[in-house]
Nanobody, 120 residues
Framework: QVQLVESGGGLVQPGGSLRLSCAAS????????MGWYRQAPGKQRELVAG??????TYYADSVKGRFTISRDSKNTVYLQMNSLKPEDTAVYYC???????????????WGQGTQVTVSS
């Protein structure tokens, strides 16, 4: 079984910063991708930033230059969000594509979501 535990959301004023973290735990054999999606009310879930196999990173155009994704050696990823705007308000979900030790195939896992609200 795999768990993704997120933390770090909250309320911040425009121009402020927040740092999200997501820790993956369980019987993990290999992680192929890990990152953050977000979903605002009435909108589709979108990929914000992520790592893919080989170490490449992806950023949505709307967050380039403001958000930075990083990771440590213990299956934890972080999303540093600077210069936050009201349009960044959404529920942020951690996602990973990985293979467990008991499976020969990859699977997707999601965190429970953390609310980020940017408002004055």
């Amino acid at each position: 079984q795999v768990q993704l535990v997120e933390s770090g959301g909250g309320l911040v004023q425009p121009g402020g910063s927040l740092r999200l973290s997501c820790a993956a735990s369980g019987s993990i054999f290999s992680i192929y991708a890990m990152g953050w999606y977000r979903q605002a009310p009435g909108k589709q879930r979108e990929l914000v930033a992520g790592f893919i196999s080989g170490g490449s990173t992806y950023y949505a155009d709307s967050v380039k230059g403001r958000f930075t994704i990083s990771r440590d050696s213990k299956n934890t990823v972080y999303l540093q969000m600077n210069s936050l705007k009201p349009e960044d308000t959404a529920v942020y979900y951690c996602h990973t594509e990985l293979r467990t030790r008991s499976s020969a195939s990859r699977a997707d896992y999601w965190g429970q979501g953390t609310q980020v609200t940017v408002s004055s």
